[in-house]
């Protein structure tokens, strides 16, 4: 009985002896965080809002009376193409302040005409909001940000049945050049450089500009963009949120948090054959804060000479530290 007894705690402790030699090296190499470098992109980002700065002017009623429109919203004409005529009416409709809010705005930058005929090639709006000689490509670079913190600028539509004289009643745009600006935290003006190409990615498409101007008010800076692109509602947004995609890179993503370093050279720890983790250094392409783009299969140090990096597929360390 004690033999049969002393047999089966033999098998016992030699079962646990064994989970503790193979299992447990197994189970805690398996809980170690790691992650699978995977080919990806990285786009370099930033979230503003900006004001569309347009060479547009706005024409106001030359006389009081029923509006005959002849060319729809968006369309491109050439100078001197008639855009609605006015006949007069007996009856005319209640007045609407906004339209008098806009002539005030705009002071002697609105154009009274009798003809309603386009003073230069551009596009034909509806739309307004009395900004549009405030905004100008003339002023736009001597603007400051305290200057527009405050602006809420309403577009209204001007197309209705009747008018009365000095009243908006259309605008001309020129869209063969035309302008965002925007003012970003000095944080974030390394992402920018006059004569960069950007991506702006409006609310319904995504547009080319360059990168026009940058001006430093201390701890901002104004950043204008310049597009010869088409948009929808080009001629009616004047404040937008926008995001700007400054650079766009493709290759091995890192997490930064994988990132470590050994006798100053930035890397991380990849799992050998044998479920070793070893250092390899990694050269940055670049970084968004979170993730970095890095150099894969070998880069040139700093003394001329290759050095062994990354490769897709690889598995390494999430927490090096």
Known sequence: MQRKVFLIL???????????????????GALTPTTVLKYATLQITDEVK?????????????????LNYYISQDTQVRSGVKTLSIAKSAELEKENPKFAEIASRLGEGAVMTADYAAAF??????????????????????????DVEDISAEQVNLTRGTARKGEPIYKICDNSL?????????????????????????????????????????????????????????????EVDVTVITADYSGIIVPNGCITAEDGMPGVYVKNSTGDYVFKPIKIITSDGEKAIVKVSSFTGDDGKQVSTVEIYDEILKHPN
Do not use: H
């Open 178 to 238: 035309w302008f965002l600006t925007t003012w970003v935290d000095a944080g974030d003006i390394s992402k920018y450089e006059v004569g960069n190409n950007v991506t702006i990615c409006l609310p319904k498409a995504s547009i080319a500009a360059k990168v026009y101007s940058m001006e430093n008010e201390g701890d901002k800076w104004q950043v204008t963009f310049s597009t010869n692109r088409y948009y929808e509602d080009f001629s009616m947004m004047r």
């Open 50 to 66: 900006c004001y569309v700065v347009r060479s547009e002017t706005v024409y106001l009623a030359g006389s009081s009376g029923s």
């Open 121 to 146: 090639n551009g596009c034909v709006s509806y739309f307004a909001d009395g900004y549009e000689t405030f905004f100008t490509p003339e002023t736009m670079e001597g603007l400051s940000f305290k």
């Open 10 to 28: 033999y098998i016992i402790i030699m079962t646990a002896l064994l989970v503790i030699v193979y299992a447990i090296p197994k189970v805690t």
